[in-house]
């Protein structure tokens, strides 16, 4: 009986003892998965600011563009219509010189 008393005092002590290893990986890989499931969320959420930021960005580049075009645009359209109409008053003050007798 002497050799079994330890034995019995031991067995428990092990047997908590690996119930408690247990419990501590449970916990600890319980713990790494919310970890790793939180640096998901922060990387969705940096990858939709990203990619807001670039919709945000080539929009501005789109309005950007399309100002620069329309200012261009009415300044060619100015711009051709001014010369249309000095070429018409040079051809219209042609034709009255021409229509003209010399007087010499």
Excluded: W
């Excluded at 408690?20 to 959420?45: A, D, N, P, T």
């Excluded at 249309?84 to 007798?101: D, F, I, N, T, Y």
């Amino acid at each position: 009986m002497n050799v079994l008393q330890p034995l019995l005092i031991i067995t428990p002590i092990l047997l908590l003892l690996v119930l408690g290893i247990i419990v501590f990986v449970v916990l600890y890989q319980k713990r790494l998965l919310q970890h790793q499931e939180q640096m998901q969320r922060l990387q969705i959420s940096k990858q939709e600011q990203l990619l807001n930021a670039t919709m945000r960005a080539q929009e501005e580049e789109r309005r950007r563009v399309a100002r620069d075009l329309h200012d261009e645009v009415g300044s060619m359209l100015s711009l051709v219509r001014l010369n249309l109409h000095q070429l018409v008053a040079g051809v219209e003050g042609a034709e009255q010189k021409c229509a003209r007798p010399n007087r010499g």
